[in-house]
């Protein structure tokens, strides 16, 4: 069984930077597909950012590309979202997702992530 801990959220202003962090513990962390999903008041889950596990892949939302980078630092069991120029429409509850698949699947049932960390609030104001 894999936890995932987020943090790093907080409340910004549009404009500025968020770094979000995941630490995963109980599972072989450099196996896992990882992934960040957010869901802001009123509207579902959307996809954010993915990375395979060989950090080979990296995949990203229309809306967050050249704004959002996903990386993993297999050595901390630790991956980050590193959010720049945020605007009022990125916030929502960021959450981290691991995939025992390896990788991240956009046809899949929750884009085949097995593990969900609880979330972490992102607030920005305009």
């Known amino acids: 069984q894999v936890q995932l801990v987020e943090s790093g959220g907080g409340l910004v202003q549009a404009g500025a930077s968020l770094r979000l962090s995941c630490v995963a513990s109980?599972?072989?962390?450099?196996?896992?597909?990882l992934g960040w999903f957010r869901q802001a008041p009123g509207k579902e889950r959307e996809f954010v950012a993915a990375?395979?596990?060989?950090?080979?892949?990296?995949y990203y939302a229309d809306s967050v590309k050249g704004r959002f980078t996903i990386w993993r630092d297999n050595t901390k069991n630790t991956v980050y979202l590193q959010m720049n120029i945020l605007k009022p429409e990125d916030t929502a509850v960021y959450y981290c997702?691991?995939?025992?698949?390896?990788?991240?699947?956009?046809?899949?049932?929750?884009?085949?992530?097995?593990?969900w960390g609880k979330g972490t609030l992102v607030t920005v104001s305009s």
């Open positions: 990375i395979s596990w060989s950090a080979g892949n990296t």
């Open positions: 109980g599972g072989t962390f450099s196996t896992l597909g």
């Open positions: 997702a691991a995939s025992s698949g390896g990788t991240y699947y956009p046809g899949a049932t929750d884009y085949g992530m097995n593990y």
